[in-house]
Each structure stands twice: as structure tokens, then as C-alpha cells.
């Protein structure tokens, strides 16, 4: 557990582990070794002292003490959750924390609670603003999430970014290759080589207006809660030279604030979209999170998959 | 004043002139006959009552009983920014209103109160839920603001389809081509033709990532509200069927909620990004809304140009 009490190893076992299940390797066992460099160079606290401050039944601001991210949130979460059954709406900034892992993982946990939630995490620097040739912003995540009505909760959890960072350093680890159209090499060429990509600038979705999201984002979760920002989240693969400080920003809401049927409403919508006139091939249209879920419910059956490169990084630290 | 009062009518006008202002002529004057047109044909209420409902100090819903967008939005935001004042966070949710014009007008008054702001909005059918072929999303924009640090209001006001349906209206109506990629005709071919980009689909910004957010302003402003959702948001140009019952969602937050020196480190993060080096042919890198506050600032001191249809439209209007 490489210093973790049992509780948060469990945390972040668990985290690492789901996404997994959910097909998201680049969020999964592949970062099992950075979180442990990070913790044997101490630049993730396994003994954090957490500290919560109360600013009213629906606000907390929690220093995370640089604690492994996945505690962190999960705190963070089960925080928000509380203030928003409590008040209707909740809000909880925490600063001194680290990459989190997949943000579905802690808003479907609000999501379970019946509630709307937002979960914001800035990221190392992956994204060049608009009208600048170096990359500063994260892939910076955009969470949303609602009970849909049915057992599977409504999802969508989508970095700024064409593709997800991680999907380029599970691509640069096996020697595959990237899409078209979603990254820059160094030189600001184009390029479908991972490595290349990572080294270069990766591509916002929509030019300005996905930058101008990584932006708020950036502001949301670093410059708001205290956290690293504007590009100084160090990259925790790469960079050893300190603690990372993410912030993150969780907002929850009641379902039935305003529309006492909620439950009937959201039914209607998803209903309404799914009957729509489908494209060529596709079979059914799915609502954001709805494919991760089946996925997830698949896999509980099956074993994981795990790549010979990452299975011999996991072999290692068990010595 | 069309029925209007004083107060109403003012500021409908507040509204459509800092459009004009600010150069976004597609939800300026263009507009006028079609907001007269529905007033007179009662789908817009000139002596709305309207209701608010205090759910706790921080939560407020209003039925704004099809009174006019700008009249609806205008009360939202300012319930919105004094609950923040009182409790740190407000939540609006407004339900019986319509086209509201430009989110970035209510988040300005947010952020003049040196708060952070979320505007959400729905609209008519524009664009087509990934794996649909029929267009059921509007262009769904999501606004968020912070100040800056100087007179300059930060607010990222971006619609989630790759250009606005005001540009596109604007182009139709003066005979001008819209750019590649960014909509589709009733057949799914790609087009430069706005008519026809108007009559068929217009994309999202991203692919899915764009439907997925466009889905989440619906279930926000829609389905959390009580307004219409599902596309049922009618056409404000062509449906004279009945009122739009647009919902709108404010959310409010106080900037030094967490980081009491909120000030300086958003002035830090503009500036560590200004001073990124630029790509060729970029003289500064901008914040978003400062283009914008830009032409407002200039468009001050000379008079509007109005394009001859328009002109034509509004003196009929006046006789």
C-alpha cells in the first residue's frame, strides 16, 4: 500500500480499478507506478492531514495536503453531496490535492445520491490557448452528471481536448498510433505519432471556444479553490521537482429544486432523443455515459486485460 | 413600445443595442420584427406577472409567464447576483421566458458585482444529437464570466455548435456563404449555403463532446426549470404556434469564497498566458470577451450600421 492507510489505498483501489472496467486503461493500472514514484519521492502525501473549513451548510473548502487525488475527491464528493441534501445546492473547492483519475467516478457517486453535479480538475499543461503556439492548458474535464431515470446515470465526462491526453500515453507506451486532426508535433506540425504529440501541442475542440473552456475550467478549479493554475500543474509523469497542487471544484443541486417531476422530465427528454431518426450505422443513440455503464457491466464478468509492459511495472512494485 | 412598459421596453432596447455594440447584429435589431411579431400575436406577454418562488436565500424560481426574454433574464440575474451577495452562491432557474439575446449581457452584470457566473440557456432546434441525423439540440451556449482584475470583464459566451445560428439567420437574410464544415443540408451533404444550412443541421463543436454539452445546457435550463426541453423550444422566426417557455439557469458564485486573493491570481493567470509566445500573425492573446469589450468600447463613439432590409423592417415597425 506504499505507505496508504487501508482506507484510502482501498480509495484509490478502487478508482484505479473502475477505470478499468469502464475500458479507460490511460486512467487505470498504466498510472499505478506514477502514483507510487510520486509517493516514495514524497511528492504525494500517503499520511495527509486533511482540513476541512466550513464556510456555510452549502460551501466547504477543503486542503487536501496533498494527499493521492483519488482520497482527495472522494472526500471532496461525499462533501458535496452532504451540503446539497442539506441546502439543495452544494459547493466544495479543494486545493492541494493531485490527478484524481476519471471524473465520472465521483460524480456518479452524486448521481446515486439523486443529484445533479459539475466536477471540474485542471491539468497538466496539454493545450495551447488561443493564439499562442505553446500549450498551457490541461485537458481540463468537463463532468456533468444526472440520475437519467433509469439505473444507468447520465454522464458526460469530456476533456476540452480532441482526445484525452491518456489515450495519447496508452498509444505512445504500446507504440500505437493517434488519430488525425487532434495534435501538433513540437513544430507545430501535424501528427499522428504519440510521442510527437506529447511533446507538442494537443488540439481543443471548436479552436477558441475549447480553449475558452480549458480557460474556465483552469480558473474554476485552480485560480478559485487555490490550486495550481495557469500552467503550473507540474506533469506527474515527468515532472518530480514538487507536488502537483490540483484543484478541483465539485457543484451538486437537487433534481427537484424547480420541477417537482423531475424524475418524469428527464425521462421524457431521453425518450424524445433516442426515438430521433438515426444515422447510417448506428444502432441506437446513447445518452453520455451509457456505453461507459454497459462497458462496466460488461467487464465485472471478465478479467482485465492488462498490456505486458504494464503488467511487468506492477510485477516490480509488488517487490 | 408594442405594449411594453417603460421600464420593459427599456430594457429590451438595452439588450438589442449592446448587440449591436458588441457586433453580434445576429441577435441585434435583426431581431426587432420578430420579437414585435410575437407580441402581437400574444406568444410574448407585454404585462407578464411575474413570479418568484424563494426556495432558501440562495435559491430562487421564477415563472416568468412569457413575458419577454430580456425582461425574464434581466430580473433572473439580478435575484441570482444578490443571493451570492447574501449567502456566497445563487441558483435561478427561470421557466416561461424566451430568446433572452446574449447570455454575455447578464453574465457582465454578475461579474460588474465582482462575482463568478454560469449562464445556461436553451433554444430551438439547431443541432443534431451524435448518432441522429434530425436536429433536436439548440445551439445550447454555455456563458461563464469572472472578473479579470481590470475593467474588462472575463465572459466566455460560446454557443457548443461550430458557429452561432444568429450568423447564419444574418447571412440567409443578406445573401451571404457561411464557412465550411460547420452545417449540413436537409440531405446530410456538407454546405456553404446558409438558407439551406438552415434548413438542414448545423455541428457540434467536437462531435460528441459538443451534443454531450448541447444535452447538458437542454437538461439544465429545460428539464431542471420546468421550461421546454426535448426540442420543444419553439422557432421564435417561423413557429407562431404558441409561446417558446424558454428556460434559463444563473448560477452566482463569490470569486474569494476559498482563495481570499482571488484578485491577484486571476490577474497573475491572464497575464502568465498573454505572455506565452505567439503563433505567426497574432498580435495578443486575448482573454475571452475582451474582443468583444473592445468593439463595444469603439462602436460607442460612432453610429450603428444597420443593413437596408433591417432598416426596412423597423420603419414599418414604427408606422
Same mark, same amino acid.
Given at each position: 500500500?506504499?505507505? +496508504? ?5 482501498? $480509495? ?29 519521492? %514524497? ?7 486533511? @482540513?476541512? !473549513? ?10 487536501? =495536503?496533498?494527499?493521492?487525488? &483519488?482520497?482527495?475527491?472522494? $472526500? ?18 479543494? !486545493? ?15 448521481? !446515486? ?20 503556439? %505553446?500549450? /498551457? &492548458? ?34 505512445? @507506451? ?6 488525425? #486532426? ?15 504529440? +506529447? ?12 480553449? #475558452? ?13 487555490? #490550486?495550481?493554475? #495557469? ?39 431521453? !425518450? ?7 444515422? =447510417? ?15 462496466? %457491466? ?18 516490480? /512494485?509488488?517487490?
Amino acid at each position: 500500500m506504499h505507505g +496508504l492507510n487501508y482506507n484510502h489505498a482501498s $480509495i484509490s483501489a478502487d478508482a484505479l480499478i473502475n477505470a478499468e472496467l469502464v475500458e479507460a486503461p490511460s486512467h487505470g493500472l498504466s498510472r499505478l507506478k506514477m502514483y507510487c514514484d510520486r509517493i516514495k519521492k %514524497k511528492l504525494i502525501n500517503p499520511k495527509p492531514k486533511i @482540513k476541512f !473549513k466550513k464556510i456555510s451548510n452549502s460551501i466547504t473548502h477543503i486542503d487536501a =495536503n496533498n494527499s493521492i487525488g &483519488f482520497v482527495a475527491a472522494n $472526500i471532496g464528493i461525499k462533501q458535496a453531496i452532504k451540503n446539497a441534501k442539506k441546502t439543495g445546492i452544494g459547493l466544495v473547492g479543494i !486545493k492541494n490535492s493531485g490527478h484524481y483519475g476519471l471524473s465520472s467516478y465521483y460524480a456518479e457517486q452524486a448521481v !446515486k445520491n439523486n443529484l445533479i453535479v459539475f466536477c471540474f480538475t485542471n491539468a497538466p499543461p496539454a493545450i495551447a490557448p488561443h493564439g499562442s503556439k %505553446k500549450r /498551457l &492548458f490541461g485537458t481540463n474535464p468537463i463532468c456533468f452528471g444526472t440520475p437519467s431515470s433509469t439505473n444507468v446515470p447520465f454522464i458526460l465526462d469530456t476533456s476540452v481536448s480532441m482526445i484525452n491526453r491518456g489515450k495519447i500515453r496508452v498509444a505512445a @507506451k504500446i507504440g500505437k498510433k493517434i488519430p488525425k #486532426g487532434v495534435a501538433l508535433d513540437k513544430n507545430g506540425k501535424p501528427t499522428v505519432d504519440a510521442k510527437k504529440a +506529447l511533446a507538442g501541442v494537443q488540439l481543443p475542440i471548436g479552436g477558441f471556444r475549447g480553449s #475558452g473552456l480549458a480557460w474556465m475550467v483552469d480558473i474554476l478549479s485552480g485560480v478559485m479553490t487555490g #490550486g495550481n493554475h #495557469g500552467g503550473k500543474v507540474k506533469d506527474p509523469f515527468d515532472d518530480f521537482s514538487g507536488p502537483q497542487n490540483i484543484g478541483h471544484l465539485f457543484i451538486t443541486m437537487k433534481t427537484n429544486l424547480f420541477a417537482k417531476d423531475y424524475r418524469s422530465r428527464i425521462k421524457k427528454n431521453i !425518450k424524445i432523443i433516442k426515438k430521433l431518426p438515426k444515422i =447510417n450505422g448506428v444502432k441506437e443513440i446513447l445518452f453520455p455515459g451509457q456505453s461507459k455503464f454497459a462497458r462496466y %457491466k460488461k467487464n465485472l464478468k471478465k478479467d482485465i486485460y492488462i498490456p505486458k509492459t504494464i503488467k511487468l511495472e506492477i510485477e516490480k /512494485l509488488l517487490n
